[in-house]
């Protein structure tokens, strides 16, 4: 009986005990719950001092930060909408006149620039062929200007990352150090393009219709990074001339809606010009036109020289790359 008694005289005290606690727990979680709203709505002087907004009265602050504009990037904007016509087609040489039926084929010379001799050799060729600048040949003076009053379509080169080599073979192309590498993030690489294509300081655009690109592999399988670059090109209006592999930049080209030319031929040094431009009458002869891509120094502009030559009496005919560009698109 004595220990009955105790136990019910315990009890009641027990349940009380376990109760402020419970309610005690509560206020803990609670009444911050409720400081901090408080808080919010009515915030004290010192975030003024700090610079902070204060939440204005009917509704949440909304603060707008306007980045830069990079160059040549109109948000949302497609290269028609920007000027009007694209660059390729406002800076390219009138078609050349064809006789129906003839084949036709096209030149550009990589890597001026850099030489004044090479650079000026090559101007003096026929105005047909194309010249696509090394973009590390700055200032380039009037070398831009020259090139484009004797006939000639311009382009610069962009500097991408390769492919390794199948063989194991290492890379000795000289990137450069404004090259565009896929382990760059795309505002990197877009900061590098703006700087390959405009030069080191702010400039009048040139008058270009389009980028060259010679392997370019390796920085073309990282479509995160590749893309926004393609992107930029299209919204300037240049042509993509590819000397490479078509996959994955044909694919890339077609998601930013940019105008895509692929080389047919192409030589890596000045020995396999002679090689290349014979594939290029044979490719041809076989669909209409072709396109070859070859590296200038003084021995391949000779040779360039008294190809074109003997071109007509050949049966073909010499044209701007976007004559070639034409065709392909069917125009």
Known sequence: MRQDRWLDERAP???GAGGWLLLFGWLLAVLPAL???AWLAAPPPWLDMLGLPRPAAGGPVSVSVTLPALPGYAPG????????????????????????????????LSGLGRS??????????PGPVGLAFSPYGR????ALEEARAAGHELLMELPMKDAPALDGAADVLDLGPQALLPLLDAPQNLKRLAWLLDGPAPAPPAPLVGALVVGGGGFLVAADVAQPVFDALA?????????GDADPAERL??????TFLLADQAAKDASGSTLALAAAER???LTGSALVVLPADAGTVARVEAWAGTLEARGFTLVPPTTVLDRRLGN
Do not use: K
């Open 253 to 258: 080209a077609a998601q930013a809606h940019l």
């Open 235 to 243: 919204r300037r209006g240049l042509v993509l001339l590819l000397s």
């Open 77 to 108: 904007a497609t290269p028609s909408a920007t000027q009007g016509s694209p660059a390729w087609q406002q800076w390219r040489q009138p078609p050349a006149a064809v006789v129906a039926g003839r084949p036709v084929v096209a030149v550009v």
């Open 283 to 285: 490719v041809s002869l």
């Open 139 to 142: 200032p380039f003076g009037t």
């Open 13 to 15: 005290r027990g349940r």
């Open 35 to 37: 400081a901090f709203a």
């Open 116 to 125: 004044a001799a090479v650079t000026e050799q090559a101007t003096a060729l």
